[in-house]
């Protein structure tokens, strides 16, 4: 069976974990933290997760363990077979990940644990991220989903990269990153509505209290 190691609060884990789920695969979850120790280093190369374990050994980074999933398992395809559309898929999920996911997740600390962020780092993010937005609006075609007809790891890369941009966005900037894009915001909460999403939604609940008390351990 496959495993799957991570905690429910990444939303890098989460992705992974929705694509499973809507393909209906088994898998085990095993709590893993990332970090520097040895017995995580000896399992994800540079201590980030998440990780899928499968029969060979290890497999890590997100990007890498969703195309290995679509490539070897069953289920709904999350990926188009024409090599163009796939491209594109592809190119959103990219485009999503280095212009909105990251400029947004410079300012997590501060947007939800408490951790003040330096203000020339928070205008860098701020225009990062317009300007990421931007970009999404020209490129995603919400049509109903965000590469087309079907849905697709873009999808997953969209649902937990902008729930978080968007947290940022409004606690820190006092934005609404959507709006200017209600097709986009009205995905957004068609995907949050999916059941395997709740699901999902409702396990991160559930592992944020031991989250937040580990962060604060390390403050």
Known sequence: MLKLYGFSVSNYYNMVKLALLEKGLPFEEVLFYAGQAPDVLAVSPRGKVPV???????????????????????????LPADPFERAQVLALCREIELYIELPARACFGEAFFGVAVAEAIKEKSKAELLLGIASLGRHGKFAPFVAGESFTIADLYFMYSLN???????????????????????????????????KVEADRQAAMPAFLAMVAAKK
């Open 52 to 78: 899928l374990e499968v029969k060979q050994g290890f497999i890590n980074e997100t990007s890498v363990i969703l195309e290995y999933i679509e490539q070897t398992q069953e289920g709904p395809s999350l």
């Open 164 to 198: 978080l941009a968007c947290g940022v966005g409004e606690k820190l900037f006092g934005l609404d990153l959507l709006a200017q894009l209600p097709a986009a915001k009205a995905l957004l909460d068609r995907l949050n509505a999916m059941p395997n999403a709740q």
